[in-house]
């Protein structure tokens, strides 16, 4: 596609629910890249995909969260049984390749999630 | 430790010049980054710094010093739709980048 997708947009649920956040990535990139920003605070990294596999799941902050990617393209993150201190919002990114040199990321617009 | 540290607000006047500054502690430095992200909207690239110096873009300098751990955007001739957050971030890895929060820049008339 043209750009990063992400859906949805918007998404309100209520404490303990489970939700599943999509993002498309720019065709033909092969890295791709969840974040969490909260009001006011830097891009906090989650995860990372190189193809479909997860290099680096250090970011996750706790086993309620977790990704996949399927066919080096969409990944989905889902967080189980949501707290309030999960609302934020959760920006996917993705780069050509990842592994070396500038691979600038490019952002999608983002869901923003509230927790009720 | 990571730590990379931005001013929080600027305010600045439109036509005028205003330069952002970013510093910077981690361990592992592969390059900058600068990004702008206007309320409500996703981080779009502005600039990129491996080495030392200067580079121009248009209305957008970035400048990288690594013995300083220091970086600033210069922003010149202001415009109203210049007002963003200003994002500077340090490549740590190959893929990882560390953000600062960002730096709300304010143009008045």
């Known amino acids: 596609g043209a750009g990063v997708s992400q859906s949805p947009s918007n998404k309100v649920t209520e404490k303990g629910k489970d939700v599943e956040l999509r993002c498309d990535p720019i065709?033909?990139?092969?890295?791709l890249y969840w974040y969490r920003q909260s009001l006011g605070q830097g891009l906090e990294f989650l995860i990372y995909f190189q193809g479909n596999s997860a290099p680096d799941k250090s970011g996750l902050p706790s086993d309620r969260f977790s990704a996949e990617r399927t066919g080096g393209s969409v990944s989905t993150l889902t967080i189980q049984r949501t707290q309030q201190e999960d609302s934020a919002v959760y920006l996917c990114?993705?780069?050509?390749?990842?592994?070396?040199?500038?691979?600038?990321?490019?952002f999608g617009p983002g869901t923003r999630l509230l927790v009720l | 430790g990571q730590n990379i540290d931005q001013p929080t607000e600027m305010t600045a006047t439109e036509g005028a010049i205003v330069q952002i500054n970013c510093t910077y502690q981690?361990?592992?430095?592969?390059?900058l980054f600068w990004y702008q992200q206007h309320a409500g909207e996703a981080p779009t690239f502005l600039s990129y710094n491996v080495l030392d110096g200067l580079e121009e873009k248009g209305r957008f300098s970035s400048f990288l010093s690594r013995s300083k751990g220091y970086s600033y955007l210069l922003l010149k001739e202001l415009q109203m739709k210049d007002s963003a957050s200003y994002l500077c971030a340090v490549r740590k890895s190959n893929y990882q980048l560390i953000w600062g929060a960002g730096t709300k820049l304010i143009i008045k008339p």
């Open positions: 065709s033909g990139h092969t890295a």
């Open positions: 990114a993705s780069s050509f390749h990842g592994t070396s040199g500038q691979e600038t990321q490019y």
């Open positions: 981690t361990s592992g430095f592969n390059g």
